[in-house]
């Protein structure tokens, strides 16, 4: 199963949503997050990121998602830190975090592949913003 992995300048918005991300599956899925800096302040750490992606990580691949600006360079720097193999089997994407993980963590509890995810969830760029 794809595993998930989610990033942010917040350690405790990410806590949060994958305390969300838990309720929605019937089936498990593995999430893990990678949230502030290495000093606990707000920012992005390369190596939490790849301690998460590691921690989920199968050969069904990682879906990464982010928050903004420099969480897509730390996820870039930690997977050059995996193996070619695995490499090819971690995915960023840069749509909204929180509808992106919505649909990742149902794509993947139904089983479907990296691709497939990634397809859905990049979609969910596209999705109207009706508000009110």
Do not use: C, F, W
Request: glycine content about 10%.
């Amino acid at each position: 199963m794809v595993g998930i992995v989610l990033v942010s300048h917040s350690e405790k918005l990410v806590e949060g949503l994958a305390e969300l991300l838990a309720q929605l599956s019937s089936v498990p899925v593995q999430v893990a997050y990678a949230g502030g800096a290495n000093s606990g302040d707000l920012g992005t750490s390369a190596d939490k990121i790849g301690a998460a992606i590691r921690k989920v990580y199968s050969a069904d691949g990682v879906m990464v998602l982010l928050d903004m600006g420099s969480a897509a360079l730390s996820a870039e720097v930690a997977i050059e830190g995996l193996s070619k193999e695995q490499q090819q089997q971690v995915k960023i994407s840069d749509a909204p975090l929180v509808e992106g993980a919505v649909l990742a963590v149902i794509h993947a509890g139904m089983g479907q592949s990296l691709a497939q995810i990634m397809e859905a969830v990049e979609a969910a760029r596209n999705m109207p913003k009706n508000i009110g």
